[in-house]
Nanobody, 117 residues
Framework: QVQLVESGGGLVQPGGSLRLSCAFY????????MGWYRQALGKQRELVAR???????GYEDPVKGRFTISRDNAKNMVYLQMNSLKPEDTAVYYC???????????WGQGTPVTVSS
C-alpha cells in the first residue's frame, strides 16, 4: 500500500513562488511515475507535471517555463517548484503515483495554493 502526503501550499502574491513537497510512504518508489495535478474550484482535476523514475519530465502548457517537477529517489520525495505564480494557478494541488504496470494509482489528500494580492 502507498500513502502520499503533500505539504507546502499556502497564500502567495502574484509573481511569487512556492515549493510543494510530496512524501511517498510505501515500497518500490522507483516503480512509480509521479505526478502533480490540480483542481480549481468548480473545475475538473487536471495534470500539471509528471516525472519518471529516470527523471524524464513533462509539463502541461499553462505551467511550462514556470514550474519544475523533481524527485529524490533516495528520499522517496517529489517536489513542485512553482515560480511566477498567477491567480489562475489557484487550486488544490494533488500528488499522484502510478505504477509502471498500471496496477497502482494513488492520490494524496491535496494541499491548497492561493495566488492573490
Amino acid at each position: 500500500q502507498v500513502q502520499l502526503v503533500e505539504s507546502g501550499g499556502g497564500l502567495v502574491q502574484p509573481g511569487g513562488s512556492l515549493r510543494l513537497s510530496c512524501a511517498f510512504y510505501g515500497s518500490a518508489f522507483s516503480f512509480y511515475v509521479m505526478g502533480w495535478y490540480r483542481q480549481a474550484l468548480g473545475k475538473q482535476r487536471e495534470l500539471v507535471a509528471r516525472i519518471t523514475s529516470g527523471l524524464s519530465t513533462g509539463y502541461e502548457d499553462p505551467v511550462k517555463g514556470r514550474f519544475t517537477i523533481s524527485r529524490d529517489n533516495a528520499k522517496n520525495m517529489v517536489y513542485l517548484q512553482m515560480n511566477s505564480l498567477k491567480p489562475e494557478d489557484t487550486a488544490v494541488y494533488y500528488c499522484n503515483a502510478v505504477s509502471y504496470d498500471n496496477r497502482g494509482d494513488y492520490w494524496g489528500q491535496g494541499t491548497p495554493v492561493t495566488v492573490s494580492s
